[in-house]
């Protein structure tokens, strides 16, 4: 096969070349055609441009592949803990048993936030969306740690660490504050996923201690969300850092990009689905019939996935343990048997089978924080409590890129051509 690729424009003919990944991924590098042709190329959503090399995740979509540094998602789900994963994806490497103690032990003395940050949540409404907080208050570290030099390795990784230990405390803070019970402070002498439960359901009246099976499967939770390749939010983290923005205003914009109902905000929509099937008397097979009517303005939120042409590997591991959970609380829930009513009418149907329209992780994750006892609308903050060290890891590495430039996309511009300004008297 030639390393080049041939494109023949109406007045030129250029050669480009072409890269291979590791795992066998080709792309045509057209970096310099701007340059020598004055073309741009045109790619709505960025369904088919690589905006970067990475070495943190890959993902086949084809296959159902998803794997970390090369470590298929399956296998820390089931041997790793969320910290060491984290570890993995921001230093590229599984950590010695010294090291992820170190790693683990930084975290744990930096849970607490500024006495100074509590204000912040008072100014907000009692109804404010938990992302909207979290977004606010990550935001605001920045006022806190101000210093962000670029070049300096070590205030990366201590702002890094801030981040990872502080995340849970501002989150559990957002739940406290959303249902008017005070704040819990963290406990170091917990995990890091018990901390997390401990700080949302504890109160000064009663203690909670977290039964080792929710923390188990929060840990799981927050693994398989770790990280998903060049996604809208990673995407936006990275964009944001080429400007050399501190790391807070990074992930500050990866929260809000997560936010929405098309990215994280999908297992909210997950959950007011099946509500809506089950006011309707929880008749499934009509809505799987509205669904696959072009007439019809419902979809089933929860199938389907942009990268997944397969099953979502994530949610073969993640429907296991949402079954675990719900038997071990010896809890029945009727929106999964709803959801399993679902799954089980739309994997039959020949319409979502030819289309492959298998269910994702978010299919399932809104039903276990649900069993957790988790809001809806702090669902999507779960997801962000994941991701954070596949963020930070992009961060890192879009640091670490030699030459590494400022995004600036292109546009093919549409609007009218060269108008004349009319003064406001003469304008009809």
Known sequence: MSNEAELRLPNVTVKLPIIEGTEGEKAIDVTSLRSETGYVTLDNGYMNTGACRSAITFIDGERGILRYRGIPIEVLAERSTFLETAYLLMYGALPTRDQLEDFSDQIRRRTMVHEDVKAFYSGFPRDAHPMAVMASVVSSLSTFYQSDNYLEKELFDRNSIRLLAKFPTIAAFAYKKSIGQPFIYPQNHRSYCENFLHMMFATPSEDYDPDPDLVSILNLLLILHADHEQNCSTSTVRLVRSSLSNLFACITSGICALWGPR????????????????????????YVEMAKSKESKVKLMGFGHRVYKNFDPRATIIKAACDKLLKKLKTRDPLLDIAKELEEAALKDPYFVDKKLYPNVDFYSGIIYRAMGIPIPAFTVMFALGRLPGWIAQAREYNDEPGNKIGRPRQIYVGPELSQYIPIEDRK
């Open 263 to 286: 990215h994280g905000g999908a297992n909210e929509e997950v959950i007011e689905m099946l509500k809506s099937i089950q006011a309707d008397g929880g008749n499934v097979k009509k």
